[in-house]
């Protein structure tokens, strides 16, 4: 009886510590991904080599205009266009983390804000991996809409 009460205790316990790791990755995902914005708003280029591989895609499906525009560019030409003399400012309304087995991805609906008006709003599709215990961005995917955008807070 006392061997069914370890066993079952273990068990229990090795759920415990899976849900802890779980909880820490997906905070650190988050992290990544508000500190992706902070390299926006600040133009810092250094920020943004640590959290993205420069190799990695950022696709664009810009739905503001008819027909719908996708567009595909790499990380590594973001550092071209910074410094601006315009200011950015992108706000996650929510954010859904997924992760299984080293990649992630964030679910973010976001507004943006150019020179501190609005500017658009959209889904950001954040891929990320975990290489040697630290998460980066593989691709970044993104839509530009004009309309629908407090509904996209709730999807």
């Given amino acids: ?6 066993i079952l205790a273990l068990a229990i316990s090795f759920d415990c510590f899976s849900q802890q790791a779980e909880e820490t990755d997906i905070a650190a995902v988050k992290s990544v991904v508000n500190r992706f914005f902070e390299s926006l708003e600040k133009q810092d280029t250094v920020l943004l080599k640590e959290l993205a591989f420069m ?3 950022i696709w664009t499906v810009n739905n503001a205009v008819s027909p719908a525009i996708q567009r595909m560019r790499f990380f ?5 266009s910074f410094p601006s003399k315009n200011s950015y400012l992108e706000t996650a ?9 080293g990649m992630a991805m964030a679910w973010v609906p976001y507004e943006f804000r150019l020179n501190g008006e609005f500017s658009h709003c959209g889904v950001d599709v954040f891929t990320l991996v975990k290489k040697d215990e630290a998460w980066k961005i593989i691709n970044l995917s993104y839509t530009i809409d004009k309309e629908g955008c407090d509904a996209l ?3």
Avoid: P, R, W, Y
């Avoid at 009886?1 to 370890?6: D, S, Y």
């Fill in 153 to 155: 807070s709730t999807k």
């Fill in 55 to 57: 190799e990695g895609q």
């Fill in 76 to 80: 590594k030409d973001d550092l071209k």
């Fill in 93 to 101: 309304k929510t954010m859904d983390v997924k992760i299984h087995a």
């Fill in 1 to 6: 009886m006392k061997n069914i009460f370890l």
